[in-house]
């Protein structure tokens, strides 16, 4: 490993504002911006990202050649390996895919894990037939991803219930002052 030439990329990275590149500002926000060190996990990584809502799975996407996030191949799929008729505009369609033998423990997982949200998107790293836990992700591509075909937005969006969040938990409702018409 060249030294002064990781040090220069790293640096390079920490003025990057990954928050305006992705269209999630929440990211700009973070300070101080730090460098993390993971163990590396070899080039042919395979990416299971499940959108979850009020804690169940519902779909997932599985993408091969990741490489800073705009060079992969992405297929979207059923919990059941039905492949979705779903394109993602900025990536190159993934034909179909036999689901790992670890796919049943990384469901599990993204149960465990989305339980307490509304949405999140629970993403591992498939490596041979070893899974990584990778990220939680509350703002999948700053809500930007353009998909097709279009009615599919609609329906995703039916997924999300925000009910309790409109009417207040504590049963205070927000707009209890509106009047009948």
């Known amino acids: 490993m060249d030294k002064q030439a990781t040090i220069k990329q790293l640096n390079k990275w920490l003025k990057e504002d990954f928050g305006a590149f992705n269209l999630e500002l929440h990211y700009s926000k973070i300070e101080p911006r730090r460098i993390i060190c993971e163990e590396y996990l070899g080039k042919n990584l395979i990416d299971y990202k499940f959108f979850c809502f009020d804690g169940i799975p519902k779909f997932v996407y599985i993408s091969e050649g990741l490489i800073h996030d705009r060079q992969a191949k992405i297929g979207f799929y059923n919990l059941d390996g039905r492949k979705m008729e779903i394109q993602y505009s900025h990536y190159a369609d993934l034909d179909n895919i036999k689901f790992s ?3 049943d423990a990384m469901l599990k997982d993204a149960k ?3 339980k307490d949200f509304k949405f999140v998107r629970v993403d591992f790293f498939l490596v041979e037939k070893r899974y990584y836990f990778a990220e939680l992700t509350f703002t999948p591509g700053g809500g930007m991803m353009k998909i097709f075909p279009e009615r599919i937005d609609y329906e995703w ?9 409109i009417e ?14």
């Open 168 to 181: 207040g938990k504590s049963g205070n409702k927000r707009n209890g002052n509106r009047k009948s018409i």
């Open 101 to 103: 033998s670890a796919f």
């Open 157 to 165: 969006g039916k997924l999300l219930n925000i009910n309790d969040l």
């Open 112 to 114: 465990t894990l989305s």
